[in-house]
């Protein structure tokens, strides 16, 4: 192994026995959480609470669990972010890249006995006690997968779950995925994952009065051949109207409608969350390194999949878009990694 191994094998193996002896565990998904967040946390969350520990889930908004996630939670561990506790006696945050990703619950890391920080975010900027991050992985929940190992605790058809939800969302449906984690993944199987329903709820199932609000977004997406130094930039804009009246797992996946234009290297959806406040999500294809320009716009992410969030009209977010995607930025080829969440 190499130190860099070395010294993760011993992060983990550290935060696994704090989290063994602990009395009292709440843990945090980011917000506006995914299956990777909230997976891999409430994965944790069962095994902790089935050693006898008292155990709540939350994130501080919005204030409802996503509907496709709610069956993972088959010991009803999430609670409202007003009930997590003011002084938790440990907290492990997950698949947070950066303590604002907490939003109203970030003073929480100040307060706790402990904070256990579980991340594979190329931008995580670090924080808490006991610190599990890898930008190699794939998902936050291979991490979550080698404390639960570290702790000595069995796989089962709930734990299972939660950590293949994370898994295969995070890399598109192992798109991205290397060999150890399709090694996970049958591993995951092999526990009792129940693929395609699950698959089905979280990645392939809308109301039927989507189909119409997503055509007419698609069909004001436009194609900017010149940006990102000439590899080309497709956006589309969701405005509030549809924000408010569909779920996340549908404004979400637009991104992925509009990725696969063969003309740019960068796809990027605006969500509007405020009059004036845009929510980005970003796509690129290897060659451009978007964890770099999120961060130069305020937010975080990953090579491939990053994201961040801007006060404006659509045309100075698109502007201030375009000018982060600078040439130096640009790279001949890298293997596309984290992909998703
Ligand atoms: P998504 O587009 O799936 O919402 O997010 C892609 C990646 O970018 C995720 O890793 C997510 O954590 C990150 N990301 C998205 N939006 C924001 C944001 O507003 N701030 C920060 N710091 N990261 C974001
Ligand atoms: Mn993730």
New binding site residues.
């Given amino acids: 192994m190499t130190a860099v191994a070395d010294a993760l094998t011993a992060d983990i193996d550290t935060a696994a026995a704090l989290l063994a002896s602990a009395h009292d565990v709440t843990l945090l998904a980011?917000v506006q959480p995914?299956a990777d967040a909230l997976g891999s946390a409430l994965a944790l969350g069962i095994a902790l609470r089935r050693r006898g520990a008292s155990v709540r889930v939350s994130f501080a908004e919005p204030d409802r669990m996503p509907e496709s996630l709610r069956p993972l939670d088959v010991l009803g561990l999430v609670v409202p972010a007003d009930e997590v506790p003011a002084e938790p006696e440990v907290l492990v945050a997950c698949d947070t890249?950066?303590i604002?990703?907490l939003g109203a619950l970030a003073g929480r890391v100040s307060t706790a006995g402990a904070t256990v920080l579980i991340d594979h975010?190329a931008?995580n900027t670090g924080f808490g006690t006991h610190r599990i991050v890898d930008a190699s992985v794939e998902a936050t929940a291979v991490l979550a997968h080698r404390v639960l190992e570290a702790m000595g605790e069995p796989l089962d058809a709930a734990i299972a779950t939660c950590l293949y939800a994370g898994l295969v969302t995070d890399t598109v449906g192992f798109r991205t995925a290397g060999p150890a984690a399709y090694r996970l993944a049958a591993t995951l199987v092999e526990a009792g994952v129940q693929v395609e329903p699950l698959v089905r709820r979280i990645m392939d199932t809308h109301p039927f009065e989507w189909f119409a609000a997503l055509a007419g977004v698609l069909g004001d997406t436009a194609l900017d051949p010149d940006a990102a130094a000439g590899l080309g930039l497709v956006h589309a804009v969701v405005p509030a109207a549809l924000v408010e009246r569909f779920r996340s797992e549908e404004i979400?996946g637009v991104?992925d409608e509009i990725r696969g234009t063969a003309e740019a290297e960068v796809a990027a959806v605006l969500k509007q969350v405020g009059p004036r406040r845009w929510?980005v999500?970003?796509r690129a294809k290897g060659r451009i390194d978007l964890a770099a320009a999120?961060v130069a716009l305020g937010?975080?992410?990953?090579r491939n999949?990053?994201?961040?969030?801007r006060e404006g009209t659509p045309d100075e977010v698109l502007a201030d878009l375009r000018s982060a995607l600078t040439p130096d930025r640009v790279s001949d080829h890298n293997p596309i990694s984290a992909a998703?969440?």
């Fill in positions: 980011h995914d890249a950066s604002g990703r975010h931008s979400d991104i929510s999500s970003m999120a937010g975080g992410g990953h999949a990053a994201g961040f969030t998703g969440g």
